[in-house]
């Protein structure tokens, strides 16, 4: 089991190339608000994101990444209460494409 | 843009079970409907495990058996307990699921929502794809007149929205109509679709024709977190996912990924997916808050179906018969209201909750409204130790060893006893069958 627990980040990127997405360039539907330190909630989209869209940079403030967002509004709902998510819809026609849902 | 200058009957906003059918069904009796959807085609932002219920569709498209991509039809239920190498199973499989008109089939969401979607448009409904709704227009009353999409500048106007936006639904939420959703009444859940060829599929689950399993599983597998894992079989392919409630995830530290890429490798799902091709990965939330989740559902002009109205039943796994039920009632509401040319006042629309009210979507969702608050705040004993007793007790059962079978009676009693204490056990029954009434 331990092998599995290891290596999970790598293979979400992976699985990802298996999707479709029509990326809306330059215009992210997922912005992090500017911060100092994240707090619990956000911080804990960088594991909790199930497409690894969240990360942490070398001076502590979490990063988004959306252009492989599986759009489930998981991050919007755990941080609903302090705000530090901006999220929308992709434009209409945008974003991930499931072939099989 | 001044196409669409004359009011519709209804928008309705999203094209997954509970939109289509209220669509469909506005449509059928000679309303006149606009339905917008924000993805390339419907289904391309729709995610389920999916079994369809035939008895929800059927009402609304009778002979929807000659033209829906179905991928098999259900003959075999199993429900698994599992623990870190086991599971002990309830199975049930009969050859009376073979029958004409079967009950319950695997799709595969995307194709299905686009036929779905197809029976809408002959229906006579206008269909825009790739159209985002951005806000609710109200009037000086507050009444909900029409809607404001990413594509047109101008509001487009109707009698009545019917939201079926989904549990992630943005537009009734930042209208002020309900709530945010909590944290601990959704599930994240994850799914990855795996192709085979069709015949390894029947080998391996014992199946010919178009006859399918699927496996519903608990236990550690979530590592005590609430949730289940499940497995069903399509045509050419294996849908397999797990899911937790977003709080359990968001505490635990532990990402979904990761659950779902152990479930893969327990010993007894690795040889069922063996050789397979992985061409989707996909995630969701569910509305698993049940009865006491629900939020207002009609107000002045407007009307909440399906997921947006967190219609599941959490405990049979029940989802999409309920979107496509309750977006049928909504419809036959607003048909009724517009025949007998009655506005679509807050007091008028309540008669869809009435209406709900006699349907087995209410009675299903009361019956079991203590069961998610039980199942969440007993994680530990029901995602953990419950089934590592039961699978320690059936290894002593089976295992034989010279030890005669009343000493290994007494072993399996003390091993429950001593990890989960008599008075905890019979308080976890007795919460159980009350939760269950």
């Known amino acids: ?101 | 843009m001044g196409e669409f200058s004359k009011p519709f009957d209804a928008i309705v906003v999203g094209a997954g079970p509970s939109g289509n059918a209220a669509a469909y069904v506005m449509a059928k009796e000679g309303l006149n409907v606009l339905q917008i959807e924000r993805g390339e085609y419907a289904g391309s932002k729709n995610v389920q495990g999916a079994i369809l219920y035939a008895d929800a569709l059927e009402k609304i498209i009778p002979n929807f058996r000659e033209e829906a991509p179905l991928e098999r039809h259900v003959i075999e239920q199993r429900m698994w307990m599992m623990d870190e190498k086991s599971h002990s199973g309830m199975h049930y499989r009969s050859d009376d699921f073979n029958e004409e008109k079967p009950n319950r089939y695997t799709i595969l969401r995307a194709q299905f929502d686009k036929w779905f979607s197809s029976k809408v448009k002959e229906a006579g409904a206008l269909v825009l794809y790739e159209t985002t709704v951005t806000e609710l227009v109200k009037d000086l009353s507050g009444k909900v007149i029409g809607v404001r999409t990413d594509r047109q500048g101008a509001p487009i106007m109707a009698n009545v929205v019917v939201l079926a936006e989904g549990v992630n639904g943005l537009v009734g939420q930042r209208s002020g109509l309900r709530n945010e959703v909590s944290p601990d009444s959704v599930a994240l859940a994850v799914k990855e679709m795996h192709f085979l060829p069709r015949e390894t599929v029947e080998a391996r689950f014992n199946l010919s024709g178009n006859e399918g399993v699927v496996i519903e599983a608990m236990g550690t597998i979530t590592r005590g977190m609430t949730g289940t894992g499940f497995l069903y079989t399509n045509e050419e392919s294996i849908s397999v996912g797990i899911g937790c409630i977003v709080s359990d995830f968001a505490e635990s530290n532990i990402g979904p990924n990761e659950l779902l890429e152990a479930f893969k490798n327990h010993p007894s799902i690795k040889p069922l997916l063996a050789g397979s091709e992985c061409k989707e990965y996909a995630a969701h939330l569910i509305p698993e808050g049940g009865y006491k989740a629900i939020p207002q559902l009609t107000g002045a002009g407007w009307i909440v179906v399906g997921d947006a109205g967190q219609f599941v039943n959490a405990v049979h796994r029940e989802g999409s018969n309920l979107a496509m039920t309750t977006g049928r009632i909504a419809a036959e509401t607003v048909v009724s209201l517009t025949r007998k040319r009655e506005d679509m006042t807050a007091a008028n629309l309540a008669e869809y909750e009435k209406r709900l009210g006699q349907s087995f979507v209410m009675k299903d969702l009361k019956k079991y409204k203590g069961i998610p608050d039980l199942l969440h705040k007993n994680k530990g004993n029901f995602f953990g130790t419950y089934p590592k007793l039961i699978s320690q007790a059936m290894q002593t059962w089976f295992r034989v060893d010279g030890i005669d079978k009343i000493s290994k009676e007494k072993a399996i009693f003390r091993n429950f006893r001593e990890t989960r204490t008599v008075w905890g056990m019979m308080g976890d029954a007795f919460r159980l069958v009350r939760a269950w009434r």
């Not at chain 1, 502590?60 to 509004?73: K, M, N, W």
């Not at chain 1, 755990?78 to 991930?96: A, D, K």
């Open chain 1, 1 to 101: 089991m331990s092998d599995v627990i290891a290596a999970p980040r790598a293979k979400v990127e992976e699985k990802l190339f298996q999707n479709r997405y029509l990326v809306d360039a330059g215009r992210p539907h997922i912005r992090v608000r500017p911060h100092t330190t994240p707090s619990a909630s956000l911080l804990a989209m960088t594991t909790l994101c199930p497409a690894g869209c969240y990360t942490q940079n070398e001076s502590g403030q979490v990063e988004v990444a959306a252009d492989g967002c599986l759009e489930c509004g998981t991050c919007r709902i755990v941080t609903r209460n302090t705000g530090e998510v901006e999220w929308n819809y992709p434009r209409g026609g945008f974003g991930v494409l499931y072939k099989f849902g």
